[in-house]
């Protein structure tokens, strides 16, 4: 088994502050992916990476950098928070990205409040 | 843009009930379709998938799937509470081996003792 690990746990901003939130995994993964996930509401994509230094955009990427240096590794980088923001920030790996019954692992999130 | 909505939002029921959990989809040429559990404060789980027509078991978890009706259900026998979760049905969009998976809003499920 493996384990996706995200840091911070809580992340507390300022507003128009740029924040990075973190994400490694442990599965040897190719793909892996950024969503937002707002308060009793589901998944939205922000950027996904098939492989190191790649970046795809998903729907909700504006106002979001992503960084895929490593394999194991993938930043999500806000580049202006926005007053009254709050979510939870997932990141998920899957072992490739074109087979359509690939599974996506999830880390515990990262949550985001901005004042 | 592929839409996935589900219901009902939130679901109650005593524990050993059977629970049955509904999504639809707006595109039939979609590819597997995804339930995921997540408990509060926890990332999403995988539960089961399921590509072709008809249905799928997996120890207490049933699925079924109907594309031309665009709908999918997941049915959950002898519920306990442990199962108390948000269950999240997302769907692969037809978008040639595309790695994107489109979540509906969950429904919230309670078991009670």
């Known amino acids: 088994g493996g384990i996706i690990t995200q840091t911070p746990k809580f992340l507390i901003g300022q507003e128009g502050q740029k924040l990075t939130l973190k994400c490694q995994q442990n599965?040897?993964?190719?793909?892996m992916y950024w969503y937002r996930q707002d308060s009793g509401k589901g998944l939205r994509l922000i950027y996904y990476s098939i492989t190191e230094n790649d970046l795809q955009k998903g729907d909700l990427s504006e106002g979001y950098d992503a960084s895929r240096e490593k394999k194991s590794s993938f930043s999500l980088t806000v580049t202006s928070a926005q007053k009254n923001e709050m979510a939870v920030f997932l990141c998920?790996?899957?072992?490739?990205?074109?087979?359509?019954?690939?599974?996506?692992?999830f880390g515990p999130g990262t949550r985001l409040l901005v004042l | 843009q592929e839409k996935v909505q589900q219901s009902p939002e939130s679901l109650i029921v005593p524990e050993g009930a059977m629970v049955s959990l509904n999504c639809s989809f707006s595109?039939?040429?979609?590819?597997s379709i995804w339930w995921y559990q997540q408990h509060p404060g926890k990332g999403p789980k995988a539960l089961i998938s399921i590509f072709s027509n008809g249905n799928k078991k997996e120890g207490r978890l049933t699925v079924y799937l109907n594309r031309a009706s665009l709908h999918v259900s997941l049915h959950i026998k002898d519920s306990q509470p442990s199962d108390s979760a948000v269950y999240l049905c997302?769907?692969?969009?037809?978008?040639?081996?595309?790695?994107?998976?489109?979540f509906g809003e969950g429904t919230k499920l309670t078991v009670s003792s």
């Open positions: 599965f040897n993964h190719d793909t």
């Open positions: 997302a769907v692969s969009p037809n978008q040639g081996g595309s790695a994107k998976l489109i």
């Open positions: 595109d039939s040429a979609s590819q």
């Open positions: 998920a790996s899957s072992i490739r990205d074109w087979g359509c019954q690939d599974t996506q692992y």
